[in-house]
């Protein structure tokens, strides 16, 4: 601040020093709250969505003995327990990408698929009822980007939209069901992805 003689001029100022190292430990904890509170609500749906292609895995290999004769059987089995383990591995993996500390390597990224695995993370929390979730992607959109601080950043707005929704739908003045949409194009040079909520 300026200190000034009665007649304007200047003859001195005030400096102050704030130490901010406990403001920045406190939102880095408060960080972490809030992903750890968020990771308990994916896990919790997640578990659910796993137990699904493993009932159709498990099924399926009950059944070896009984039709490994069947040419139909064989081709569904080797057509759905691939696809059933993919669907496991990219929930497993994008959950695993989520809760990883921050750092990593810059790499070419899909941002379509980058973005449509953290969609498959949390849409088993979508109650269909009271929520829609629509998304528009325009085709081959790349960034060199690290790839799992992208899909923090993108299960954080995801999450904080469902938040937002699911408050505003306990409010009863809300018209049902509430909409959030996921949009990606190429502006430019520039990769563009924009969430919207109500």
């Known amino acids: 601040y300026h200190l000034f003689h009665d007649d304007g001029r200047v003859r001195g100022m005030i400096i102050i020093f704030d130490d901010v190292t406990k403001n920045l430990e406190l939102r880095d904890k408060m960080y972490e709250s809030e992903k750890n509170r968020a990771l308990n609500q994916i896990i ?37 327990v691939p696809e059933e383990l993919d669907r496991i591995n990219s929930l497993i993996k994008t959950l695993i990408d989520y809760a990883r500390p921050q750092g990593g390597v ?61 408050e505003k739908a306990k409010r009863r003045s809300a018209a049902l069901p509430l909409r959030i949409r996921i949009t990606s194009e190429q502006i430019g040079g520039n990769a563009v992805v924009r969430f919207y909520d109500q």
């Open 44 to 80: 919790a749906e997640i578990a659910h969505e796993i137990r699904n292609p493993l009932s159709a895995i498990k099924t399926l290999v009950e059944l070896i003995p009984y039709k490994r004769d069947n040419e139909e059987f064989q081709d569904k089995l080797t057509q759905i």
């Open 106 to 166: 810059k790499a070419v990224v899909d941002v379509n698929k980058l973005i449509g695995d953290c969609v498959s993370l949390v849409r088993p929390t979508i109650d269909g009822d009271r929520l829609l979730l629509e998304e528009e992607y325009s085709c081959g959109l790349y960034i060199e980007a690290v790839e799992n601080q992208i899909k923090q950043v993108t299960i954080n707005l995801l999450l904080n939209a469902l938040e937002a929704c699911e």
